[in-house]
DNA sequence: CTACAAAGTTAGGGTTACTTAACTTATTTG
DNA sequence: CAAATAAGTTAAGTAACCCTAACTTTGTAG
């Protein structure tokens, strides 16, 4: 049986290992699910019997193929909604996860593929992430940077936020910055890595702990 | 804290008192909701510390003020799914119930506003059961008669069919009977009390079961 | 009014998912 | 490479919610 503590667990590690490579720690894990280290040990335990991980204690865990078709069912469900919500029911870029993150757990295939239809099969969520097509491809997405690596002079345009904090979200719509908004890198501070950028003719400056979340594609060189 | 378990049996409560009267066994809620008569004994216990319903033990439980409030919450969500699925993303009668049974418990207040706003303020959900308004006021429901109480010879329509299994509502779709579908009453027969109806120039019979369920409303004597 | 059946409750136990505390393994660093 | 620290696992226990079995209360039929 796959519950629902079980669906975001898989979920963590197909997103963990989507950014960084390979095999993902337990730590991680517990850390974006927010429980203790002993709650993952005990699952990763039991996902494994049951065939959606690779686990070898003290050595890191990895989806099978069957957790990794699993993964992008959830994800899917996830975006999909994401973008349902925002487009269809007007809630703002900063709910839409928390409200994804529960009605991902509760709908049948029928129903996302309807919600999939009436969008005219869309193929990126609101943040930028690709949505898994119903086969369970992943759309491609255009070259990125991190703003943080970003050239000083050039322009670029948002593509991508990768967290979605209910606080950040809030935070860059405070500023007018939106998906595909035009950003150029005006400088960067080496003292603390922090970056200043020109936003719809105003000029602001990002940590680069925000930086870092922010991918960009280049207009301009 | 209400769970989903709570707010399932807060809303069984109230939708068995809602056609019969006054209190609700525990027999009748452990039906409704397919467990045993022990568990709602347990559940009556914590739903009555907390305040949500009057339970004396053997004596029957129904809600309190607080209790009613969560059980209208949890209706309004519950039929303003229902009337989204089928207007908006194309679900049929059958399926909409089941589908609505899980949502109602993941969907915030605000959410729910949005569909409602976005429906247009609907009065009825698809099986004509009154949806609670945001005060938690229900629209008065018409006139009604079970059909198995009509008058021979009488034409009425169906105005709220209080029964959703899949089953039901698949077989009167096959038939062609909708909400507000006209139905001329022929005949009964005492020794089943099953009844002869006119739908759509076609003669069809129903058990008193089927009967039962099917609430109309006149529309010529 | 008694006795029997139906309804309701309590006791004891199972499952899932979580916690903290104690322990083990792996990694880093002087 | 040894010692210290970080990461990971196991053990023991808790909270919900459910079950079956045993028991108690209530309502009814004779
Ligand atoms: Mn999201
Ligand atoms: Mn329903
Ligand atoms: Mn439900
Ligand atoms: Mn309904």
Redesign the interface.
Known sequence: MVTIPKEDYIKAVFTISFNGNGKVSTKDISEKLEVSNAATSEMARKLSLQGLINYEKYKGISLTAKGEKLALKILRRHRLWELF?IQ????SWS?VHD?AE??E??T?E??ID??DE?LGFPEFDPHGHPIPRKNGQLPKQPEVTALSEAKIGSSYKLVCVKDESKELMDYLTSIGLQLHTEIRLINKLSFDDSVFVQINKKQISFSKKIADKLSVSVIKN
């Open positions: 919500l269809i029911l007007g809630l709910e409200q529960r009605l757990h509760h049948t029928f129903l309807k919600i009436h």
